[in-house]
Every structure is written in C-alpha cells, then in structure tokens.
C-alpha cells in the first residue's frame, strides 16, 4: 500500500513520503492512506481502495498469527503444524504442554496455499490500482478500471 500512498501524495520525493514511512504502525499507514484518498479520488476509487484495504488487513491477521504465534507439532495431528497464541501459552507449564483445542489452530498444507494466493491477490490488486492512478484514474469505462473492479474478491466486497 506505499506505493499507492505515494503515488497520492506526489511522489517518492515528498515530504508525505517521508512522514509515511515514519509512521509506526499499520493502522496509522491505513488511516494515512484513507485520509488522502478521500481529499484526493472519486468515491468509486476510494471504495476500490478500501475493498483492497479490508483484504489486507484480513491477511494482515493471518501473517500476524504466522509471525508472532507459536509453532508445533503433535502426534495427533498428521497433516499440519499447530499454531498456539502466545498469550495463551502462558498459563501452561512447557514441560507438560496440554493445551486445549481453543488456544490452538492447525494449518495444513491447503491452508498455506490459501493465504499464498490471499496474498497474491491482494499484491497485484493494490499494484493494478496503483497503475489506475498513475493513469490518472480512468472512469469506469475503462477496461482496466472494470478488470479490477471483476476480481471475484474485490468485487464482492465492492457488491455488498
């Protein structure tokens, strides 16, 4: 999302650029970007914008747990790793680890795969809108403009 935060505020070589990146969290970049889409683009391109916010910050959730969770294994899981949230974890003694089924998710092999190409998605809509933008946002005529606004998880979220 910079590089669509960038291309809104005028370039690499802004002084908006610069307080971009000084920003610490992910919430301030989002509500950054937000704020200038809305001072800067039509309502159609700012609820494009925001579909494909809303889709990053789900994955956001996802590579959150993949980072900063814990990672097992057990023998009653035999086709995926288990991921425990350190918070809950905490109450357990390490050396007799009984966790219960809550504290716990199990990925498998489908489940990385999926959020390979959440990810995916979400990577090449933000860098089509970026492209629309450079194009000094084509209306909705644009082939482009309708090509990623038909991406099936952008467009359900635009349709509702």
Excluded at 82 to 108: H, W
Aim: hydrophobic share 40%.
């Amino acid at each position: 999302m910079m590089r669509t935060y960038v291309t809104l505020a005028g370039g690499a070589k802004s002084d908006a650029s610069t307080i971009f990146l000084s920003l610490n969290t992910a919430g301030a970049k989002s509500k950054a970007i937000s704020a200038l889409a809305e001072k800067k683009l039509t309502p159609n391109y700012v609820k494009i914008l925001s579909g494909i916010m809303k889709l990053a910050k789900t994955a956001q959730k996802h590579r959150d747990k993949l980072c900063h969770w814990q990672w097992g294994t057990a023998t009653s899981v035999h086709d995926g790793l288990i991921l425990v949230d350190p918070r809950k974890q905490i109450k357990y003694d390490p050396r007799d680890f009984d966790a219960e089924p809550t504290d716990m998710l199990v990925y498998t092999e489908k489940d990385f795969r999926d959020m390979y190409e959440a990810c995916h998605c979400i990577c090449g809509l933000g860098l089509r809108f970026t492209h629309l933008l450079a194009w000094n946002c084509p209306d909705e005529t644009d082939t482009q403009y309708q090509e990623l606004c038909a991406v099936p998880a952008l467009a359900e979220i635009l349709n509702h």
